[in-house]
DNA sequence: AAAGTGACGGCCG
DNA sequence: CCGGCCGCCACTT
């Protein structure tokens, strides 16, 4: 893999527990402000969802992938499993989105 | 090296 | 609110 996608699914390692990030913030995290569609190629190819919670990612508008992986319905389910609140497919960015290096203890 | 592609996002109708 | 357009970036052909 490219190192642009390897910086990306560090990034997903970072996100805590019960919140989530948008493609443009993942962009910013790894010092790739603007690249968010390069973002979701990225994720796109993620070798393991396992691995790298790749569905800790949202759109900007805090709706879900419609191409996620293991399907949209696994990617809500995992969400609603971090005790995120998941409605219409889609989560309340004010509430469980994440920036920056906060320690995540409210869980 | 140029053109095509897509898990985005902002704007407009 | 939804669909269409366009600009953007890294990657692939």
Redesign the pocket.
């Given at each position: 893999m490219?190192?642009?996608?390897y910086s990306v699914y560090q990034a997903l390692l970072l996100i805590p527990k019960g919140r989530v990030v948008?493609?443009?913030l993942v962009a910013s995290m790894i010092g790739?402000e603007?690249?968010?569609?390069?973002?979701?190629?990225a994720?796109?190819k993620?070798p393991d969802?396992d691995r790298y919670p790749?569905y800790k990612?949202v759109?900007?508008?805090g709706k879900l992938?419609?191409?996620?992986?293991l399907g949209i319905e696994e990617q809500r389910r995992r969400l609603e499993d971090d005790g995120i609140r998941v409605v219409d497919y889609r989560v309340d960015l004010g509430q469980y989105l994440w920036h920056g290096e906060g320690n995540g203890t409210d869980n």
């Open positions: 490219t190192d642009f996608e948008t493609y443009a790739r603007g690249s968010q569609r390069a973002v979701g190629n994720l796109h993620n969802p790749c990612v759109s900007g508008e992938a419609e191409h996620f992986a």
